[in-house]
């Protein structure tokens, strides 16, 4: 089964930007839909941002315009580009399949993202 590995995420002051990178240890170009995934302390895990195989984009309200998601199936890859970075994003991100399936990869260990304000 796929393994995912998420890396990128520290802290940086509200503002500021981070790129969130998730790596595959087997292929995704089958795979319809990636996304970024975050869970904030006491909070469910919310889909932030997910990508297709032809590269359209969906986002969370409170995401659009300042992250951007990516993929490059050829290296098994799947990024998070976040700008203006402001507190309420502190969460561990994860990436995975959208939707969640019996099929989908294990959850992988996440990145800590944390803002200060």
């Known amino acids: 089964q796929v393994q995912l590995v998420e890396s990128g995420g520290g802290l940086v002051q509200a503002g500021g930007s981070l790129i969130l990178s998730c790596a595959a240890s087997g292929s995704i170009a089958s795979i319809n839909t990636m996304g970024w995934y975050r869970r904030a302390p006491g909070n469910q895990r919310e889909l932030v941002a997910g990508?297709?195989?032809?590269?359209?984009?969906t986002y969370t309200s409170s995401v659009k315009g300042r992250f951007t998601i990516s993929r490059d199936n050829a290296k098994n890859m799947v990024y998070l580009q976040m700008n203006s970075l402001k507190p309420e994003d502190t969460a561990v991100y994860y990436c995975?399949?959208?939707?969640?399936?019996?099929?989908?990869?294990?959850w992988g260990q996440g990145t800590q993202v944390t803002v200060s304000s």
């Open positions: 995975n399949t959208v939707p969640i399936t019996t099929r989908s990869p294990d």
């Open positions: 990508i297709s195989r032809a590269g359209s984009t």
